[in-house]
């Protein structure tokens, strides 16, 4: 059996952030500082939970429980897609 | 009983009202609400909202007109429900008319804010509960936890105004809304430069339809000329409504150093308690109150120039309002002018007694008794204003409030005296 992997980008966070927490951030600026914390793009702790909820209804998988707890743009990418890829 | 000595002037801080800011079913703006309570506007309507269509719930006092998204930003806008919009838009138009828009105090721990509730956030909970039922857990967004819960307009102003002075929500039913001035009082008292305090609500959704209609006060009534008209022979029960106001209170002497305009004082609270829906106790409970309150104000019966009646549109509940304005202010109770402005825009609760308080203080500041609208024909022994608003000389303003859960509440305002201005 084939893992039909698929990455979170860049603009798709920014469109979650929208959507789910009301930040409107460029994904551009986003990816140009994927190191600052998500406090500094406005998004809270329930924004980024709200997130992670929204990705797991997606891709029908459960995400690590330190998802909700990363602190910048990079780390949660690297944490999701890492989980995402392994179906972990 | 309270006690606090809020009101008095030995020793203590006098805690000045210096900004209004009102939604209501009347008006978006205090100006507008005060020229419709004066001219005794009713806009009591038939119930609009969807999904309300089928209730037996037929006429309130909606908000209309109100565009939150012009107003508050979406970060706020999504992890809240509408009375928390409505706080927060009147929270803004309070600390703007107290001259405190941009900067409230030296310290933000120097301001706090207090709301009252009487329901919470129920659209934002009913369209999260139907999630949960509908799709599963999985898909209850996040901010369910914080939007639908009492405190949340408290902590919303909190946070959006980055105030971290004492904060508190006051849960005691629809007279909370009274309760929370005096506790906002009592935090001036105890050093708190300046207090947001307020309520507002937005009970008019499905859910909370269907949570009201349990209430036997409630008016069915499908006629808005006909569904609220308290004191009368033809009083079906209470109106509904959605709003509510904020008011920036302050110590006294703060405001006149820093040369802002007081509006009114606060001079003295007192609650009581006497059973959900026990009208004939609510004489006695509202008598004890009135008393409290005037004590607490130093203040004579006759020295009362208006009384913004609590008005539920029950006949046991009216006559008991009547006799305890009798019982407390002796045989001035009959002759003391009172009104009831909210028969033209329906009780939104715990906001209701604050549009009171806002509405007295207006009446003070004009020198003009607003009407009752649609009220005449008055079955008890009370001077009620009605038709067209009554010119008099208002220096001190008696508010009441009860709830159907059976609080009573008694709030004294003073007007400001010319060299408080």
Known sequence: ?88 | MSGSGIGSDIGTRRTAVTGIGVIAPNGLHTDTYWKSVKEGASVLDRVTREGCEHLPLRVAGEVRGFDPSALIEETFLVQTDKFTHFALAAADAALQDAGLSSSAADSPYSVGVVTAAGSGGGEFGQRELQKLWGQGSRFVGPYQSIAWFYAASTGQISIRKGFKGPCGVVASDEAGGLDAIAHAAQAVQRGTEVVVVGAAEAPLAPYSGVCQLGYRELSTVEDPARAYRPFTSAACGFVPAEGGAVLVVEDLDRARRRGATVRATVAGHAATFTGASRWDRSRDGLAHAIRGALDEAGCAPEEIDVVFADAMGVPEADRAEALALADALGPYGTKVPVTAPKTGIGRSYCGAPLLDVAAAVLAMEHGQIPPTPGVFDICHDIDLVTSTARPAELRTALVLSRGLMGSNSALVLRGAAPEGR
């Open chain 1, 1 to 88: 059996m084939t893992t039909q992997v698929t990455q979170v980008t860049v603009e798709e966070l920014a469109t979650l952030m929208k959507k789910g927490a009301g930040v409107t951030v460029d994904p551009r600026d986003l990816a140009s500082r994927a190191d600052a914390p998500f406090a500094e793009f406005g998004l809270d702790s329930l924004g980024l939970l709200g997130i992670v909820g929204e990705l797991e209804n997606r891709h029908g998988q459960a995400l690590p429980t330190d998802a909700e707890r990363c602190k910048s743009p990079r780390a949660f990418l690297d944490l999701v897609n890492g989980a995402l890829t392994t179906g972990a």
